[in-house]
C-alpha cells in the first residue's frame, strides 16, 4: 500500500511558504512552484490536506470522518478515507480510517510503517473488547466518526468512534518514532485502471456539500487535539476527484472517476441496456458494467456484470437485475444453472411480516424455480418454493 510521500509533501509546504526545502537551491525551488504539476503517480488518486507538524503539535492527528460504502471497480480496487501522522519519507508512520478493499462494505482500517515498508496492523495491540481493526463498519456508513491517533504511554494509540482501539508500542521503531512531522487527512483511490473507475468516498464530487467530509482536523500536543488552520491541498487527479478546502479544519472530497453519468467505460446494449436505462442507468444500484454482455453457458440467455450486482436476460424470463445478499445466494446455487433458473422478476420490497415471523424489511426476489427472500432482521436470505 502506497502513501503520500511525506518528503513531497514537506517539499510543497516549503514551496507554499517560498523557502527551498532543505538541499534545494532557491532557482531550483522557483522553478518547481512555476512548473506544471506533474501527474499522479499511477495507480494512486489523493484528494486532502496536508500540513508539517511544529514542534509542541508534532504528537498526533484526529478528524471526524464521514464512512462511505464507495463502488468498485473491479477486486483489485481500494479506497480509504484515513488520517495519518509521519515521520520521514514514509519512514514511519501510523494510520486510521476506513478500507473498502475485496469485502461487501467498508472496514475499519488501522495500519503502520516502519523502515519506509508498510506492515498494516503487524503487532497492533488491541484493548478494546468488542472493535477490532478490519471488522465492518456496515452500520456507520453515512455517519461521521471520530478517529485519531496520539502518542502517549510509550506507544502510538489508536482511537475510534468513542473509546481508545489499541496501539503501536514505540519499541517496534527502536524507540525513534515519538513524534510526526507531518500530518494528513485524506480520501484515495488505488486503482490499476487508467483512468481510475471507483468511486472515491460516495461518488459525489467535492462540491456537492453531501460528499464525505472530515471535520475536526487537529494535530496533538500532549494533551489536546488543536484544530488546523491553513493547511495545504492535496489534489492529484481533480478531472476524476475532486477536493472542496477552504482552509480551516474541514474538508469534503470524493468523485466518481472517470465513469461519470452517460461515461461508463463499457456500452451497455440489448434487451439488457433497456433495462438498465429504465432502472436508472449509472444513477441507478447497478452503476457501470465491469465487461461486456456474455451469452449464458448453454447459451439460453445473455448476462452482464455491474460494479453494483448483475442483469440477466432470456427470452422467457425477460431482464432483470440481481443484487447484494440475494445475488450472492443465487451464485451459491449455481447461478441461471441451477434449481432457480433465470430470475423473473426486480427485488420487491415489504414492510412487516407475516403471522409467526418477526417484523422487519423483507426484499423478495422470484426466479423460474422458486422465491429468494432476504430479511432485515436475521440479514440472511432464505429459499421459498412458488411465486
Request: one cysteine or more.
Amino acid at each position: 500500500m502506497k502513501r503520500i510521500c511525506a518528503s513531497g509533501a514537506l517539499t510543497a509546504l516549503a514551496l507554499l511558504a517560498g523557502v527551498a526545502p532543505v538541499g534545494t537551491s532557491a532557482s531550483a525551488a522557483s522553478a518547481a512552484s512555476a512548473a506544471p504539476a506533474a501527474p499522479a503517480p499511477d495507480p494512486y488518486s489523493y484528494a486532502g490536506v496536508l500540513k508539517a507538524a511544529p514542534k509542541g503539535l508534532d504528537q498526533g492527528v484526529g478528524g471526524v470522518l464521514q464512512i462511505s460504502d464507495p463502488l468498485l471497480h473491479s477486486p483489485k480496487d481500494q479506497v480509504t478515507n484515513e488520517i495519518s501522522i509521519v515521520r520521514g519519507d514514509n519512514e514511519s508512520l501510523v494510520e486510521v480510517g476506513y478500507r473498502k478493499f475485496r469485502t461487501g462494505g467498508p472496514t475499519l482500517m488501522v495500519g503502520r510503517w516502519a523502515g519506509g515498508n508498510f506492515l498494516d496492523t503487524d503487532k497492533f495491540r488491541t484493548t478494546h473488547k468488542t472493535n477490532r481493526p478490519d471488522m465492518r463498519l456496515d452500520r456507520y456508513v453515512g455517519k461521521k466518526v471520530r478517529f485519531a491517533v496520539q502518542h502517549r504511554k510509550n506507544a502510538w494509540w489508536v482511537w475510534f468512534d468513542n473509546a481508545w482501539l489499541g496501539y503501536y508500542p514505540d519499541s517496534l521503531w527502536q524507540g525513534r518514532f515519538t513524534s510526526g512531522d507531518t500530518t494528513h487527512w485524506y480520501g484515495e483511490v488505488f486503482s490499476p485502471a487508467r483512468p481510475p473507475l471507483s468511486q472515491m468516498g460516495n461518488g459525489r464530487h467535492a462540491r456537492d456539500t453531501r460528499a464525505e467530509a472530515i471535520d475536526g482536523m487537529c494535530q496533538y500536543d500532549t494533551v489536546r487535539c488543536v484544530p488546523i488552520k491553513g493547511g495545504v491541498r492535496n489534489e492529484t487527479s481533480p478531472r476524476y476527484y475532486s477536493l472542496q478546502y477552504a482552509g480551516g479544519s474541514s474538508q469534503r472530497h470524493g468523485g466518481t472517476g472517470a465513469a461519470g453519468p452517460g461515461r461508463c467505460a463499457r456500452p451497455v446494449g440489448g434487451a439488457i441496456g433497456t433495462k438498465w436505462r429504465a432502472i436508472g442507468g449509472f444513477e441507478s444500484r447497478l452503476r457501470c458494467p465491469l465487461a461486456p454482455s456474455k451469452p449464458t453457458p448453454g447459451r439460453k440467455g445473455y448476462y452482464q456484470h455491474f460494479q453494483g450486482g448483475s442483469l440477466y436476460w432470456s427470452p422467457a424470463s425477460g431482464a432483470h437485475p440481481v443484487q447484494g445478499a440475494i445475488r450472492t445466494k443465487w451464485a451459491s446455487l449455481g447461478w441461471e444453472r441451477g434449481r432457480l433458473g433465470f430470475p423473473t422478476s426486480d427485488e420487491r420490497k415489504t414492510t412487516g411480516a407475516r403471522a409467526g415471523e418477526r417484523h422487519g424489511v423483507r426484499v423478495r426476489q422470484t426466479f423460474q424455480g422458486g422465491v429468494l427472500i432476504w430479511d432485515s432482521h436475521t440479514r440472511r436470505v432464505t429459499e421459498a418454493r412458488g411465486r
